[in-house]
């Protein structure tokens, strides 16, 4: 029977990406999967962050959050000039804005016309 061509390709990364195979008794195999399906992480990255060699969890949690409330939370505007997106962070413009509401009469919803 003939081997099956692989391409050099293929070869190339099998060389630099071996496979490894372990038995597990099916205790540890269950928490495994279970971690797999709870986090979403492939078993090499649970491997890697078990060895140290990837960033922990906690990390990457902090940054999702971080992003999701940025998009929520964060008030931007438009440069009058070159049209960009500017973020307001600085007291100077919270002050402008806050006169900005006070003149032209914003309120609370339920405070009446």
């Keep these: 029977m003939a081997k099956k061509h692989y391409p050099p390709s293929r070869k190339k990364y099998d060389q630099q990406h071996p496979t490894i195979s372990i038995r597990v008794n099916q205790q540890l195999y269950e928490q495994l999967e279970e971690l797999r399906e709870t986090t979403g992480k492939s078993l090499g990255d649970i491997l890697r962050e078990a060895l140290k060699a990837q960033k922990p969890s906690a990390k990457r949690a902090f940054d999702l959050g971080y992003s999701a409330a940025k998009s929520r939370y964060s008030v931007e505007y438009r440069c009058s000039v070159c049209g960009g997106t500017l973020v307001v962070d600085?007291?100077?413009?919270?002050?402008?804005?806050?006169?900005?509401?006070?003149?032209?009469?914003?309120?609370?919803?339920?405070?009446?016309?």
């Design 90 to 113: 600085s007291e100077q413009e919270k002050r402008a804005i806050a006169q900005y509401m006070r003149e032209y009469g914003w309120r609370h919803t339920s405070c009446g016309s």
